[in-house]
């Protein structure tokens, strides 16, 4: 019985990291799905941030840093609606963490 267990559990750990990889992957490209839509094709997402419990919720609150050139922000992001499980997502900007520049640095 105890090896079922453990062996149940590692199954689930394994589903749930399988599921919390694939959706950065999958609200990464949302986001620049957003940003070419949007006209900012040149602006690049680097990287994306989110809660341990966001892959399994139908609401998020996700950090992202996109970049242009020699400039980077960090954007709050509201996300309604899940990228895997859900018909409709919507992706909303709640404002701007930081702003990064960079003179000079031959980006």
């Given at each position: 019985m105890g090896r079922f267990v453990f062996y149940l559990v590692?199954?689930?750990?394994?589903?749930?990291?399988?599921?919390?990889?694939?959706?950065?992957?999958?609200?990464?490209?949302?986001?620049?799905?957003?940003?070419?839509?949007?006209?900012m094709t040149a602006v690049d997402v680097k990287h994306i941030d989110y809660g341990p419990l966001a892959p399994?919720?139908?609401?998020?609150?996700?950090?992202?840093?996109?970049?242009?050139?020699?400039?980077?922000?960090?954007?709050?992001?509201?996300?309604?609606?899940?990228?895997?499980f859900s018909d409709e997502l919507r992706v909303r900007l709640d404002g701007l963490q930081a702003l990064r520049l960079t003179i000079g640095g031959g980006d």
């Open positions: 590692l199954l689930a750990g394994l589903a749930y990291g399988g599921l919390y990889f694939y959706y950065g992957i999958a609200i990464e490209q949302s986001i620049q799905q957003q940003l070419d839509d949007s006209g399994i919720s139908q609401q998020a609150e996700i950090a992202a840093t996109v970049g242009y050139r020699g400039a980077e922000a960090s954007l709050d992001i509201r996300l309604d609606g899940h990228p895997l």
